[in-house]
């Protein structure tokens, strides 16, 4: 049973162009969700977050946008760059103090020169 | 400021041998956290230590898996009679207090053969 989904693993983006990731999750309880990136043979890093009670955040070239009605959630990365070039993580997590995150598959963003 | 340390960077064992992974949190963190990378799946969550505390072990298979952070030295993550499904990406994460501020290590790449 997959909460946290990102159904597009892949995507390519021309340098300079808008990147935007999507995920959907099924578990009404979330209400904090961020996003994580990852390069090869290194560990996942925190981009960006956002709680429930907000619909959208933003930091630097990085927004998210919530929609909670629909459960989904995405990121836009304006303009995108080469070293943006890795694998993002959607995760979330349930109110009530949970301690874990629930993550999903990952999509693998390309960022060509 | 060292960040989350994991060691062995790749580890390689025989079926039945015991697999022994090793976190040291950042300074200052008290939780840790543990979650497996399978091949192109997300990360999952294992376990969440305290101090010489288990606080949350509901991803952790029942058998042959264990962990512990005692009160001096690193956390360990420890899989008795590996097999082949073991073989994974087992990432090690801590915090000073909530899990909206986790720190990733770069992870133990476990090769089962």
């Known amino acids: 049973d997959q909460q946290v989904k990102q159904n597009s693993p892949s995507l390519s983006v021309q340098e300079g162009r808008i990147s935007i990731l999507n995920c959907d999750y099924t578990n009404s309880m979330f209400d904090y969700f961020l996003w994580y990136k990852k390069y090869p043979a290194e560990g996942p890093t925190f981009l960006i977050s956002?709680?429930?009670?907000?619909d959208k955040n933003e930091d630097g070239r990085f927004t998210v946008f919530l929609n909670k009605s629909a459960k989904h959630l995405s990121l836009h990365i304006v303009p995108s760059q080469p070293g943006d070039s890795a694998v993002y993580f959607c995760a979330a997590s349930a109110q009530g103090g949970s301690e874990k995150l629930v993550f999903g598959k990952g999509t693998k963003l390309t960022v060509n020169p | 400021n060292a960040g989350v340390m994991q060691n062995p960077r790749h580890l390689v064992r025989r079926r039945g041998q015991e697999a022994r992974l090793r976190c040291s949190p950042m300074k200052g963190h008290s939780h840790v956290y543990w979650y497996r990378q399978l091949p192109e799946e997300g990360l999952k969550f294992m376990v969440y230590?305290?101090?010489?505390?288990?606080?949350?072990e509901s991803g952790m298979p029942k058998e042959r898996f264990s962990a512990e952070f005692p009160k001096e030295g690193p956390s360990i993550l420890r899989i008795q009679q590996v097999v082949r499904g073991d073989s994974a990406a087992y990432f090690c994460a801590s915090s000073p207090g909530t899990v909206w501020s986790l720190h990733f290590g770069n992870g133990t790449r476990l090769t089962v053969t």
């Open positions: 230590l305290q101090k010489e505390n288990i606080i949350d």
């Open positions: 956002i709680s429930s009670i907000k």
